[in-house]
């Protein structure tokens, strides 16, 4: 069992249709990331947020909306998403930004029609 | 050329072989990841390391700072070690970046 959990497991959603990813850890971990995950390629880094505050953007299209309400639950909040925007979402923290261990969650599998 | 480079892509091994996958960066780096990933998606932390060798289980890390070169080794490998492994450098220039290697599929068969 992963001790990072995110929610939904799966989600199909269309163009304009508006939904929201979560992320929820309770390791008392500093900072958080989300990663898009296309097939059989590695992780894209999208945003990391270091003690709630954003770290970075990976200039991430603004239809990707990033939020962290606490230290211990992340958002991904997407709006007018595209087909190519299809993918595995990974959410992953660590104790502190990039230099302890990550810890990943199972992903959210992402299909947009 | 890509700032983290991993090898082979593909590995096919027989059970109780030796295996290893190499890593190599371009970039300054604060920490080096290795991670598996098995089919389905989930993804784990198998070592961060900025020096010297790792070891856990039948998996060990080693990493040379002057070469930029990092080996993650399985002994004794088992069917269940099949995933992809990926190497990720982190920090540097780019603080709190990660950028990550292609992967390595790794099969090892009964």
């Known amino acids: 069992d992963t001790e990072v959990t995110q929610t939904p497991k799966h989600l199909v959603m269309g163009m304009t249709n508006k939904k929201s990813l979560k992320c929820e850890q309770h390791?008392?971990?500093?900072?958080m990331y989300w990663y898009k995950q296309k097939a059989k390629k590695p992780p894209e880094l999208m945003f990391v947020?270091?003690?709630?505050?954003?770290?970075i953007n990976e200039s991430v299209p603004s239809r990707f909306s990033p939020e962290c309400p606490n230290s211990s639950l992340l958002n991904l909040h997407l709006h007018a998403l595209q087909p190519e925007d299809s993918a595995l979402y990974l959410c992953?923290?660590?104790?502190?930004?990039?230099?302890?261990?990550?810890?990943f969650g199972n992903g959210t599998r992402l299909t947009v029609t | 050329k890509n700032e983290v480079e991993q090898s082979p892509q593909n590995l096919t091994a027989q059970e109780g072989e030796f295996i290893t996958i190499n890593c190599s960066y371009s970039v300054g780096i604060s920490a080096l990841h290795w991670l598996q990933q098995h089919p389905g998606g989930g993804i784990v932390s198998l070592f961060m390391l900025s020096s010297g060798k790792k070891k856990h289980g039948r998996l060990i890390a080693t990493i040379n700072i002057q070469e930029k070169h990092s080996s993650l080794h399985i002994t004794a490998s088992h069917p269940r070690d099949s995933a992809v492994y990926i190497c990720?450098?982190?920090?540097?220039?780019?603080?709190?970046?990660?950028?990550f290697g292609q992967g390595t599929i790794l099969t090892v068969h009964p």
């Open positions: 390791m008392g971990h500093r900072a």
């Open positions: 947020y270091s003690y709630e505050k954003l770290s």
């Open positions: 992953a923290s660590s104790q502190e930004e990039l230099y302890s261990p990550l810890h």
């Open positions: 990720g450098a982190g920090g540097g220039t780019s603080y709190g970046k990660l950028t």
